[in-house]
């Protein structure tokens, strides 16, 4: 069987193979929930399996599974199926990740769909994610949406569907993607990251919060450490600056690119979920420190912030928890 397992989405599998079973199907499925629970591994399955299938012949398989040795299986992964496009940030003439999806993009896609499909009925589209579309962006696709092609698929992650343009929304399926259950969590650790010891793994599974993507990052890039630090701010404050020093030191030297991308994501988690433990003018406190921490860890990498002065001012906001 071909690819990842997609841990925990039973419901979501199940509902897009009951429609593929059917030939029936919306054209275009909005795939929602939490950052790293198996959206993105998802399409791809799917795609995989509808290309696959379509062009014979049917498999024997339930949900989206299909066969390594199936000659579309290897074309789509060696990304060379010609009925397939996917969308993402590309890196711009600095080798820096783009902003944002470019509209450019999805006028090319637009050029894909009025051809004629070459190796089945069904021509396919991933955007991952649809968040990063710009506006331009947004709506020329929603032109396509409104019209869409015949036998055309479109599979379009988001983790933020509320921000969405309501009539995006409105044009697709929608399928909600969960926080993981701990014991899928520490199935995919053990499969990923085989030499964590029990503890690692508990520790790992607490910080991220249902995020399978979250975790394996944390468990390669040893962020147990960090987490450490980051608690002991949120925790007891840091009135000479001294701890969020060390940090902004240690994740702003070079090759930290991507604890650093990390830790952007773990700051607002822990202070989150120190808030759900406060009540009164301290929860309060925290939920204003959460707001601020996760828009800084939004635009930081938009804008190309320093990385070192960014992880100082998060450290400023997790000791306000403290105060």
């Known amino acids: 069987m071909s690819g990842n397992k997609i841990w925990g989405q039973d419901r979501a599998i199940e509902q897009f193979a009951s429609a593929w079973a059917t030939r029936k199907l919306h054209h275009a499925w909005l795939l929602a929930g939490p950052k790293g629970v198996g959206k993105a591994s998802f399409a791809h399955a799917a795609a995989r399996r509808v290309l696959a299938e379509a062009a014979g012949p049917p498999f024997d398989l339930a949900g989206i599974g299909t066969s390594d040795d199936h000659p579309i299986v290897k074309l789509v992964e060696a990304g060379s199926h010609p009925d397939m496009r996917r969308l993402e940030r590309q890196l711009n003439d600095k080798g820096n990740l783009n902003r944002n999806i470019k509209v450019e993009q999805i006028r090319e896609l637009g050029e894909f769909l009025s051809l004629s499909a070459a190796l089945s009925p069904w021509r396919v589209v991933v955007i991952d994610t649809l968040d990063d579309l710009e506006t331009s962006g947004a709506n020329a696709l929603l032109k396509m949406l409104e019209e869409p092609p015949a036998n055309s698929l479109f599979f379009l992650v988001s983790h933020a569907p509320g921000r969405l343009l309501p ?11 969960q926080k993981l259950e701990d014991d899928a969590m520490t199935s995919i650790l053990s499969e990923h990251a085989p030499g964590l010891s029990a503890v690692e793994q508990e520790r790992i599974i607490g910080m991220s919060f249902g995020s399978a993507g979250r975790a394996i990052a944390f ?105």
């Open 167 to 177: 009539t995006i929304r409105s044009r697709c399926r929608r399928l909600e993607f």
């Open 219 to 323: 468990a390669e890039l040893g962020l147990a450490k960090l987490e450490e630090a980051a608690l002991s701010i949120l925790r007891q404050g840091d009135p000479t600056n001294a701890r969020r020093s060390e940090l902004a030191s240690e994740l702003g030297k070079k090759g930290s690119a991507d604890r650093y991308a990390a830790f952007l994501e773990l700051a607002p988690a822990l202070i989150a979920r120190q808030a759900r433990q406060l009540d009164g003018p301290a929860q309060e406190r925290a939920l204003d420190a959460y707001a601020k921490a996760r828009e800084l860890a939004a635009v930081a990498p938009r804008v190309s912030l320093d990385p070192a002065a960014t992880v100082f001012q998060l450290g400023g906001i997790l000791a306000e928890v403290a105060s």
